[in-house]
């Protein structure tokens, strides 16, 4: 089994929790913003899949190698950001989630899987950027998801594979 049931409550909490936190992108915003679940849905559709995949994909690959992976909400990161959404922050921080591997002693391994993450990101992005050039007559609805899409998983992307801390970036440059 891929995920366990308190990987999935737990996806699924971040992604409702992700959804709500970009609900905002699809109109002005203002300190006591009425919730709109047209946005909500929109935002769901689009800023979802980066985040799902992006952590699904190092558990994945991290399990193809034999190793436990284990995802996790990580509360504090997800509340920042529901709370910079609510104050209406000019800009977001959020670290909703993480993989929890034991120590990897195979170097290329252990690069392999932190760029797992990102890979998805950069999967996601071109799909995006290839279903918006093949496909005409795509309604307003669809083309804001797939240019939000294209642009959530191109930051996701970049964010994530700075060579600083915790991230991605620095566990593929940097080894174990």
């Not at 699924?12 to 936190?21: E, K, Q, R, S, V």
């Not at 800023?47 to 284990?70: C, D, N, Q, R």
């Amino acid at each position: 089994m891929i995920l366990t049931l308190r990987e999935v409550i737990d996806f699924i909490i971040l992604i409702i929790a992700i959804a709500y936190i970009f609900t905002s992108n699809f109109s002005p915003r203002t300190l006591y913003s009425r919730f709109n679940f047209g946005n909500f849905k929109t935002s769901l559709l689009a800023t979802s899949p980066a985040v799902f995949f992006h952590e699904l994909f190092h558990k994945i690959f991290a399990m193809s190698f034999g190793h436990e992976a284990t995802f996790h909400i990580f509360t504090p990161g997800l509340l920042i950001g529901v709370f910079l959404k609510l104050i209406n922050s000019p800009f977001l921080i959020i670290a909703p989630g993480f993989v929890s591997i034991p120590p990897i002693a195979n170097d290329f391994q252990f690069r392999l899987i932190a760029f797992a993450g990102p890979l998805a990101n950069l999967l996601l992005f071109l799909i995006a950027t290839i279903l918006l050039k093949k496909i005409k007559n795509l309604s307003e609805r669809q083309l804001i998801v797939l240019h939000l899409t294209k642009r959530i998983n191109l930051i996701l992307l970049a964010f994530n594979m700075i060579p600083f801390g915790p991230l991605d970036g620095a566990k593929v440059l940097f080894g174990s």
